[in-house]
C-alpha cells in the first residue's frame, strides 16, 4: 500500500524540482542561523546562492559525526530550544553522545515517513504492532511508534528486553507486525523454541528489520523460522530516525529513500569524490525539511549502493541497496577490507554452524591476525575431533576465498556468544595500532 | 549388540567438564565410563551412562550440545596381547577404529573395551566370528 500517492509516486522530474526548492531553503537557513555551517561554507568558498541546480550539492561540504561532538550537546540546532519539542540522542561507541532535535513539525515530518515505511511494509490501520525497538534517547522505539499511531493501528510499546514476556504477549494480543533489530528476531525464535512456543503459528506476518546490517541469508532464515516476512528499514538519528528508507514489500530489493525529504548520494570515502549510480560507497545525506537539526551532505559511514531503476510497486524514489557495512567498523586486516557481514554471509552457507558469530581481531608482532568464533549446532556436532577440524577448516577456507584473509574458527558452545538485545556486538578489535 | 553412548561438546575452559558431572550428578544419572578428547579449544566428552534419556533432558535444556552414537563394548582378555589380538582381526579386514576407551569395570575375568569403528556392523558380525565376546547394551549400561 502506497500511504502518500501523491509525493511517493511523484515524476522525477517534479521530484527534482521539489528537491532544488527545498535544498535552497535549507541552506540558506543554516547559513543565516547555525554559525558552524556559516563558518565550513565560508571556508569553501560556497553561498547558499550558489546552489543553482542538484548538481551543485557536491560543493557543499561535508559534515561528520565528528562535527557533531564539537559541537555537543545543541551547538548544531537550528532553531531556539523553545521550537525544540523532543530531544533524542544517539549511542556512541567512543566519546560523547550525537544529540539531534525536532520542532513539532519534525515530529509530525517523521511520523508521516514512518507511516510511509510500514504501509510500504505491508501494514495497516487493523494490523498490531509489537513494536520492540527500545523506547528512551534511541529514535528506535518513539520513531516507529508515531508511525504505527499516524498509520492508525494498534501499537504495542513494549520495547526491548524480557524475551519471555514478548513471546506470551505476541502470542495473546495476536500481534501481526514485528519491528525489532534482526539479530532480536532470531532470538525470540530461539526464547519461543525454549518455551516450546510454535512462533510460527503466530498470527505474525511481517517484520520490519532495522539498526544493524544484516544479510538476504539472515533474511532466509528470519522469514523461515517466524514465517513471516522479513523487510528492511534504515534510518539513522542524525538524519531522523528509522523511516529515512525502507524496502517495499512488493519487490524486496533496495530500500526506497523518501527523496521528497533527504537527498541521498554515494561518495568514495577515501576521497569524497561523488560517485555515479550503482557503484559502491559511503552514503551520505542532506536533509531538506528538517527544522530544529538540518543536516548538510552528511557522512553516514554506511556502505551502500544507489540505483534508480524503476520499482514495480511504481514509487518515484531511488532505492539504496541494503547497508552491507559501514566504513568505520570495516575491519582492515593484513590490508583486506572485512565487513563482518560478509563473515555471516559465509556462515549461512555452511550446515552445522549457527549464524552467531564473534571476529577477535588481534596483531601478533606485525601480523594481524582473525579468528571467527562460531557456535556449534545439533546439527553440526559429530563426536569426531576430525569432523570438527574439517568443518572448521572449510568455514576458513570460505572465508579465504571469499575475503581473501585467513581467519581462525574457533567453535564455541551454543548460545554462548552474546546476543545482545539491541545491536549485536560482532567485533573485538585487540589491536592497538 | 550396540551400546549406546552421548557425546558433549566443551569448550577448553575451567569448569566446562565440571558443570556436565554436576548436572548429570543432580538428575541421578551415573556415569559408567568416559573419554575425553581434547583439542586447543574444544572438547568431547564421550560417556556411558546407566540413562541415556536422563542424561539428555538433564543436559539439553541447559544450552550443551548432545549426540548419541552408536559404539560397541568387547570383552578382551585381561592379560599381555590380549588387545593386540582383537586390533589384530579388525586390521586384516581393514575395519579402521575412530577411538576406544576402557571401561571401569570388569566382566568376569575380561576387561571391557569401548570400540568406535568406521563399519559398525561389519565389525560386530567380524567380532563375533571370530569369538570375541560382545556385550549388550543394557548389561553395560547396569554392570
Known amino acids: ?433 | 549388540m550396540k551400546v549406546e553412548q552421548i557425546s558433549i561438546f566443551l569448550e577448553n575452559k575451567p569448569g566446562a567438564l565440571a558443570e556436565v558431572t554436576r548436572i548429570l550428578g543432580e538428575a541421578g544419572v551415573n556415569i559408567r565410563a568416559l573419554s575425553l578428547a581434547d583439542t586447543k579449544d574444544f572438547g568431547i566428552l564421550r560417556l556411558i551412562v546407566n540413562d541415556n534419556e536422563k542424561a539428555k533432558e538433564a543436559l539439553g535444556p541447559k544450552g550443551f550440545t548432545v549426540r548419541k552414537t552408536e559404539v560397541v563394548a568387547v570383552e578382551v582378555p585381561d592379560r599381555p596381547g590380549g588387545l593386540a589380538e582383537i586390533l589384530k582381526i579388525l586390521a586384516e579386514a581393514r575395519i579402521n577404529v575412530e577411538y576406544l576407551y576402557a571401561f571401569v569395570q570388569q566382566s568376569g575375568e575380561n576387561a571391557i573395551i569401548i570400540f568406535r569403528f568406521d563399519e559398525t556392523d561389519r565389525a560386530i558380525a567380524l567380532l563375533s566370528e571370530k569369538n570375541v565376546r560382545i556385550l549388550e547394551g543394557q548389561k553395560v549400561y547396569t554392570l
Open chain 1, 1 to 433: 500500500m502506497i500511504w502518500d500517492e501523491d509525493f511517493e509516486t511523484l515524476p522525477r522530474e517534479a521530484l527534482e524540482d521539489l528537491q532544488l526548492k527545498r535544498l535552497r531553503a535549507t541552506t540558506e537557513r543554516v547559513y543565516a542561523t547555525v554559525p558552524f555551517y556559516k563558518n565550513k561554507f565560508d571556508e569553501a568558498g560556497i553561498r547558499p546562492q550558489d546552489i543553482k541546480s542538484l548538481i551543485d550539492l557536491k560543493h557543499l561540504p561535508f559534515t561528520t559525526k565528528i562535527d557533531l561532538r564539537d559541537n555537543y550537546p545543541f551547538g548544531l540546532f537550528a532553531v531556539p530550544m523553545e521550537q525544540v519539542v523532543r530531544i533524542h540522542a544517539s549511542s556512541g561507541t567512543t566519546g560523547k553522545q550525537t544529540v539531534v532535535g525536532y520542532t513539532r513539525r519534525d515530529i509530525n515530518t517523521w511520523a508521516e515517513l514512518m507511516a510511509r515505511s510500514l504501509a510500504a511494509a505491508g501494514a495497516q490501520k487493523n494490523d498490531m504492532i509489537h513494536n520492540a525497538y527500545g523506547y528512551g534517547l534511541f529514535t528506535g522505539g518513539l520513531g516507529v511508534h508515531y508511525g504505527a499511531e499516524k498509520l492508525g493501528a494498534s501499537v504495542i510499546p513494549i520495547s526491548g528486553g524480557n524475551s519471555k514476556r514478548q513471546i506470551i504477549i505476541m502470542q495473546d494480543f495476536g500481534s501481526t507486525v514485528l519491528t525489532c533489530t534482526p539479530s532480536y528476531a532470531l532470538f525470540l525464535a530461539e526464547t519461543s523454541e525454549e518455551m516450546g512456543v510454535d512462533i510460527k503459528k503466530m498470527k505474525l506476518k511481517v517484520g520490519i528489520f532495522g539498526a544493524e546490517p544484516w544479510s538476504e541469508r539472515m533474511r532466509d532464515e528470519i522469514e523461515h523460522k517466524l514465517n513471516i516476512d522479513a523487510i528492511d528499514i534504515y534510518g539513522l538519528s542524525e538524519v531522523m530516525g528509522p523511516g529515512v528508507s525502507i524496502e517495499c514489500i512488493e519487490a524486496k530489493r533496495g530500500l526506497h529513500i523518501f527523496e521528497d525529504h533527504f537527498i541521498p548520494e554515494i561518495i568514495n570515502p577515501q576521497t569524497g569524490e561523488v560517485l555515479p549510480h550503482g557503484e559502491k560507497g559511503e552514503l551520505v545525506f542532506t536533509t531538506i525539511t528538517k527544522e530544529a537539526f538540518p543536516l548538510i551532505r552528511y557522512r553516514t559511514r554506511d556502505i551502500s549502493v544507489l540505483y534508480r531503476q524503476p520499482c514495480k510497486c511504481s514509487r518515484t524514489h531511488v532505492r539504496m541497496e541494503r547497508v552491507s557495512g559501514r566504513s568505520d567498523d570495516m575491519l582492515i586486516i593484513r590490508g583486506v577490507n572485512v565487513f563482518p557481514s560478509q563473515i555471516e554471509s559465509v556462515l549461512m552457507n555452511v550446515a552445522g554452524v549457527e549464524p552467531h558469530y564473534l571476529l577477535v581481531v588481534d596483531r601478533q608482532g606485525t601480523l594481524d591476525t582473525l579468528e571467527v568464533q562460531v557456535e556449534v549446532n545439533q546439527k553440526g556436532f559429530s563426536d569426531e575431533v576430525k569432523d570438527f577440524q574439517m568443518l572448521g577448516r572449510r568455514i576458513e577456507k570460505d572465508i579465504k576465498d571469499l575475503l581473501g584473509v585467513t581467519a581462525v574458527v574457533r567453535m564455541v558452545e551454543p548460545k554462548t556468544i552474546q546476543r545482545s538485545e539491541g545491536k549485536a556486538q560482532r567485533v573485538i578489535d585487540k589491536r592497538k595500532i
